[in-house]
């Protein structure tokens, strides 16, 4: 069933202002509104959709999944965000959620997947899928696999992008934990672990979210990956050990027609912050010479004046 759809990923500041984007691209989507400035960058490994044009795409894979650590997994939402206006650390969460309801489209194994997501990959989650509007979130802090802080002056900002911006533009960015300029040391202040693993532990006590601040002009960088959805074959692949076996759901089996959507936003006023969307597309609808989906929509950010999407 999966290989009658084709995937496409749009990404915009909010629900309503969407852009197509192109996958395993590494020119990154920049973002922009009212509360931050957003650059994202989104690989996913055996890719069979669309890219920014609406034609299928041609960039079935990255170069980052040849690099350590990432030989072995299947996808990668890796984003950098400035801030304009400081947001406490408690309050900005990643995840999942949806418009309908997906109470009566719960394949077999669900709550015993959660449990292992909850237990294995990310204890920092919280959910409720049974509600009307169903939601699966985490405190970024812990949730990140990969969290970086770099510097507040412009000046040195720059700087950094400047050196990036020299490095081959097929180069894959593998950001790795810690900080850049004052980043190390905003770090340090607040007791911050140098491991990856280490820091997502220290953030799963609310106390440490609640001390920490996003600073106002300060850019965070963030790399999300795994091994277990595929986006290939639609499914959810999850580990096995001890006495549990690995659980392989067929997410497409159960599909009712709703996006995937991974938002970033701030739970204290429940305001979304960047939005990035994952839509099944008929594969007999998907032509080479297709017209920009973004335009068949107008789904085009900054149609109200006060978000964009460059």
Known sequence: ??????????????YENQKPISINSEEHTRIISNHLTANLTVRIQNFRGLDATGKLSTQKTSPYFS????????????????????????????????????????????????????????????????????????PLLSSMNVWRVGPKDDKA???????????SSDSPQILHEGGD???EDYRHEFKIPDDGAARKKFFLTEQHLKDFKFEKGRSYENDFFNPYLDFNDF?????????????????????????????????????????????????????????????????AGGQDGDDDVD
């Open 1 to 14: 069933m999966a290989d009658k759809y084709m995937l496409k990923v749009t990404a915009g500041p909010d």
């Open 67 to 138: 690099q350590p650590p990432h030989q072995h997994d299947l996808y990668s939402v890796q984003f950098s965000f400035t801030p304009k206006e400081d947001m406490n650390g408690n309050d900005l969460v990643f995840g999942n959620d949806f418009d309908h309801p997906i109470r009566d489209k719960l394949p077999p194994g669900f709550q015993q997947a959660f449990n292992i997501v909850k237990w294995f990959i990310d204890p920092g989650l919280y959910a409720d899928v049974h509600a009307d509007e169903p939601y699966l979130y985490g």
């Open 157 to 167: 900002q720059e700087k950094l992008e400047e050196e990036r911006a020299n490095t």
């Open 181 to 183: 300029g004052d980043g």
């Open 235 to 299: 499914a959810l692949r999850l580990p096995g050990f001890a006495v549990i076996p690995g659980i392989t759901i067929p997410i497409i089996s159960y599909w009712d027609g709703q996006p995937l959507r991974y938002v970033m936003k701030n739970r204290k006023t429940d305001q979304p912050l960047m939005v990035l969307v994952f839509t099944l597309v008929p594969k007999d609808d998907v032509s080479g010479e297709s017209d920009d989906p973004g335009e068949k929509e107008g789904a």
